[in-house]
Structures are given as structure tokens and as C-alpha cells.
């Protein structure tokens, strides 16, 4: 099926350009118009190697946008679909997935939705597979020094560390991200946890929004998890932070809500030609994402 690349709403015509081709100000404003927290900054991240589209009226006003960001061969996830709020109940949204999926033929597609767009994305053919808690807020001061896990060492993530922080996150995400790996760290600054000569577990933290947001947070149990994020509290102290977590509850959950980073909203994570997320599966000693680099990326 080829779909239309211009639709009619109410007495207005909107056509779909490449994201690249428009006006990142104007990006930034639709973002704005509904509510997120993303900066130009941000958007200009996300538009360094994602793909998307724009919906552009005859005045050159962007009033819609869907971006995917390929991770590896097989893999993409969907993310920054936007709709400006006077056209959200006018089928833009569809007009704009049903574009964007048919870029993506082949691959295995994951989002994280709002509770505005979950009925739409699942209406496309996208399975809901877990709730993301939204945690944020001041941070507190915590104790500075904390016991690590047993036989443990904590220090500052270099470059040299990336091929195999790359190698534990895929075992954790299911999909080679590290191109987009790469390009966070250029942006954070890391922590990894080694264990008899092994990185076990890493956290990011850049800024992002209204502050700061750690991520990905990527370990295989609570206390390493929090380990790696610790110091990105500590540093932030008296800062707006943000971390998103598949984690309802347990250590790393009483951890951040101790820290200062209470529960502000929910998204679900949603899952479209195969399984993305498996947390009903996740055994002690798997690896897993503790905290998302960001929505748009998981």
C-alpha cells in the first residue's frame, strides 16, 4: 500500500516533508505546543542520525512529525510523533504512522506511547509489553559513600570501554545500538561497574529537558543498578533529574523515590512484528535496561 503524500484537514492541506528539511525551531515549537520537555538541543540530537518526516501546511507551519531511529539490521524504534493539538483528533497521527511504517518494512518495531496515542498505535498492529514510570524531581543528598556490591569496581567510563559496554547492552536491549551509544557518551558522562575484570553494568547521564536525565542504565540485578547511579545523583544534587524505569518496584525503584525522583507519569512500551521487551522471562542473572537513554530511543 502506498499512502497519500498529502491529506486534507478541515479547509487546510498538509504535506509531508523530510525532518531534515525543516525548520528545527519550528520542531521545537510543535514539541512545545504539546507539552514536551525537549530543547532544540535535543531535537538536534535526535535528528543527527534518526529518520522522519514532517507534516507542513501552505505557510511553511510544522504541525505534525514521527521520527524512527534504526538499531541495527532488524531493529527500529518509533518515536517524536507528534500532532499539533487542534489536528489530534483529525486522523493526522495515522496519516503520519502509516508513512513512517512504510519506511520500516522488515524490521522489528518497539515505542513507548502515551496514554493519548496507545488506542491508535494499537489499532496500527503495536502490542503493549510494560509499563515505563517517569520518575523525576530534585534531587537530595544522599550518603556519599555507599558499600558496592561484593568484589566490585566503580569508575568513570572511557572510550576504550565502548566495545564492550556495546556487547552488554545489546544482551540487554536485543538490538545493536551502538552508534547511538557512541553519540550519547560523546554528550554524558558514564559510569561503569567492573566485576572480576568485567564490565557487569553501566549509567549515562546528560543533559536533557528541564535538567539532567540518567540513561541508559543498563545491569543485570538492583544493587549494581544502583551502584552505577549513584554518583549521577550525588553530582546532580539540588538539580531537576529524570530517569525512566521499566522497574514498578524493588531496590533500584525505593532508590530513585529516596533520591528525590518521585513517579510522574507512565507510557507503555509497545512491540510491533515480534517481541522487544520480556520482563514476565528476566532471570536473576540476565541483563536488562534499569533506565532508558530516552523515549524516543528506549
Known sequence: MTVQTSIQVESFEFTLEDIHAVSIDHLHSLSVAVGWPHRVEDWNFLLQEGQGIAAVDAIGRVLGSAMWFPMGEDFATVGMVITSPRLQTQGTGRWLMDHALEQLTGR??????????????????????????????????????????????????????????AALDQRAYGANRRPWLEKLFALSKGVVLVRDHFIVAYALCRPFGRGLVIGPVVASQDEDAIAVTRPHLLQGQGRFMRLDTREKGGAFADFLKQAGLDLFDTVTTMAMHGQWIDLDNHNAEDTKIFGLASQALG
Open 108 to 165: 522489528r518495531l518497539g515505542l513507548n506511547s502515551t496514554r493519548a496515542a496507545k488506542r491508535l498505535y494499537r489499532s496500527i498492529g503495536f502490542m503493549p509489553e510494560a509499563t515505563v514510570y517517569q520518575c523525576q524531581g530534585e534531587a537530595q543528598v544522599l550518603t556519599p559513600t555507599s558499600a558496592l556490591p561484593p568484589n566490585t569496581l566503580l569508575r568513570e567510563m572511557v572510550a576504550d570501554d565502548m566495545p564492550a559496554i
